[in-house]
């Protein structure tokens, strides 16, 4: 018997969490550093899971498959693909980093003898439960997890989050003494009551948004049920093998007309547009990432959004081919508004966090845009693009939120002259803003490009479209670093000092990721491009034959092309 790989991929943080939520409440630092190991532990065996794929072999692979509930078909089913190994090494990639990146971010929160050991059990939480959702092959254990992750999540946004507020007049820092109640110092316009209301406003929008979703997805997954019963897939009671219904969906013997395939589509889409976020479901986001702490922010936007373009990838594209063609230009046209919409909207941002939090919604419509254009170079783009995005925009909100932890504002305007007294804060800062930006030579450029290129041999137009946005990023990214990082130093950011060793540990990694995949994304492309040509074969998407022009005869009896 093979040893289950993924089961201890997926358990071993899982395991982490209890381990310790058992230390002793005085255990703080214990607590931090057992989450660490327990992270580094799961990064290891994804190590060994990459090891042990194979590329070009079986579409999903490190199968293991046990009986769960049989009563109609629903099984503990895993497998791997290449666009889920992908994620799986940007999942266990990213935790250990966010870990140290945190390390004492709970202490905003006040003095609670266990604050420790539950941040850094829903941190391990959250992480347990994207992976198995990454390599879930039933379609029931699937959903079951893509809904369990929101409750850490939400605890992670309202019950962990900023401590400081910046008012008209300049920073404010708000603090809790040891022995005080709830009410702790106010200054500039808010509190640390007023934050708090704040940070459980963002975390209940956050909850409820993906909520919703995730019960219009339930629909969907119990009208599927019903299909696969009504046709006796995997007997008489049906199943949620994902295997056995894409095979059904993509022969044409789910036994359903287009009217009801189209909403079941419509219904995962719902879910996945909602957790991606695809405009216009957008608005809970910017809300979300500037109340959590920045790691917590970043395991939001770069890890947990991810599921929801990985769903449509795999569950939208794979179970209802025919719908998703249907949808794929009025998706595309969503993609293209978003791209847009939040780039324009980071450009009118005042606050830092806000600003990088509408970048990542412009992302998202690239990556969804891939997705849908479904041509090899944009899916195995947009694929690539969400482990860029990832490590990018981990770099990017880390090292900002190092600097607003520094000076105690979140305002472009209290900053300047940053790079005087903090030169490889402000160096490592337009490195991950210009891999925003997607400068060649840095990650971002290569994903970006195959998406750009795969979508205009399917839409041009909004292939065209999409590409403006390169300029309104220059335009946020580069007016951000001139404000905050050029020009004299503002009074009070003298005292600014520069990325200490823990920092370093966090930033160095994730900027050594973007010029490595920058320069070289052949390993990661070896993986995903398999699994996206299987993909697209499987559901009749082929790419677009080249136009050639027509030979157009002369007056002397020759030809002209």
């Known amino acids: 018997m ?152 939400y605890f992670l946004i309202g019950g962990f989050g900023q401590s400081r507020i910046a008012g008209d007049h300049g920073p404010s820092m708000v603090t809790q003494a040891a022995d005080s109640g709830p009410h702790a110092i106010s200054g500039g316009r808010g509190s640390y009551t007023e ?42 009671d049906g199943t949620f093998d994902f295997r056995a219904v894409v095979a059904a969906a993509n022969s044409g013997h789910l036994g359903a007309g287009p009217a009801v395939l189209n909403a079941l589509f419509l219904g995962f889409m719902f879910a996945f547009a909602v957790k991606a976020p695809l405009w216009p479901l957008h608005t809970w986001l910017p809300d979300a990432a500037v109340s959590a702490t920045p790691s917590s922010a970043v395991l939001m ?60 919604i412009s992302h998202f419509g690239f990556i969804i845009l891939g997705i849908f254009a479904m041509t090899n170079q944009s899916g195995a783009g947009a694929t690539l693009y969400m482990v860029n995005h990832g490590i990018s925009t981990a770099a990017l909100f880390l090292i900002a939120g190092f600097l607003v932890s520094r000076k105690g504002t979140r305002m472009i305007a209290d900053f300047g002259g940053v790079q005087k007294v903090a030169p490889v804060l402000a160096g490592t800062f337009l490195i991950a803003g210009l891999a925003t930006l997607s400068l060649p030579g840095l990650a971002p450029f290569v994903s970006e490009f195959l998406v750009l290129v795969g979508t205009f041999t399917r839409y041009p137009v909004a292939a065209v479209c999409a590409t403006s946005a390169l300029v309104l990023a220059a335009i946020y990214v580069l007016w951000m670093y001139q404000r905050m990082m050029t020009g004299p130093v503002k009074q009070g950011n003298e005292r600014l000092y520069d990325l200490v060793p823990r920092e370093l540990v966090v930033v160095v990694p994730l900027i050594v990721a973007l010029l490595f995949l920058g320069a070289y994304p052949k390993p990661l492309l070896d993986r995903i491009n398999p699994a996206v040509a299987g993909t697209l074969t499987t559901i009749g998407a082929h790419d677009p034959a080249p136009a050639v022009p027509q030979a157009a005869t002369i007056s002397d009896g020759g030809t002209h092309k």
Request: hydrophobic content about 55%; glycine content about 10%; overall charge positive.
């Open 2 to 153: 093979n040893y289950p790989w993924l089961t201890t991929l997926w358990l071993l943080p899982l395991v982490g969490a209890a381990a310790v939520v058992a230390l002793p409440a005085s255990a703080r630092s214990l607590a931090r550093w057992t989450g660490l190991v327990f992270s580094l532990a799961t990064l290891v065996i994804g190590i060994v899971v990459a090891t042990r794929f194979t590329p070009g072999g079986p579409q999903y692979q490190l199968t293991e498959s046990h009986r769960w509930i049989p009563a109609f078909g629903a099984s503990y089913t895993l497998g791997v693909d290449g666009i889920a190994l992908a994620l799986i090494l940007l999942t266990a990639g990213l935790v250990p980093l966010l870990i140290i990146a945190g390390w004492g971010d709970e202490r905003e929160v006040g003095t609670g003898r266990r604050v420790a050991h539950i941040y850094v059990a829903l941190t391990l939480i959250v992480e347990s439960m994207v992976l198995i959702s990454f390599v879930s092959l039933d379609i029931l254990l699937f959903y079951v997890f893509f809904e369990v992750m929101l409750i850490p999540m």
């Open 195 to 236: 934050l708090r209301r704040q940070r459980s406003r963002a975390a209940v929008k956050f909850l409820l948004y993906n909520l919703f979703g995730g019960l219009i997805m339930l629909a969907a997954v119990i009208g599927l049920y019903v299909l696969t019963a009504r046709q006796h897939l995997g007997g008489p």
């Open 301 to 360: 936007m770069a890890v947990v959004d991810k599921v929801g373009t990985f769903g449509m990838l795999r569950y939208c594209l794979l179970l209802f081919p025919h719908a998703a063609h249907t949808y794929a230009p009025l998706i595309s046209v969503l993609a293209v508004i978003g791209i847009a919409y939040g780039a324009i909207l980071a450009i009118g941002q005042k606050d830092v966090m806000r600003l990088i939090a509408y970048t990542s």
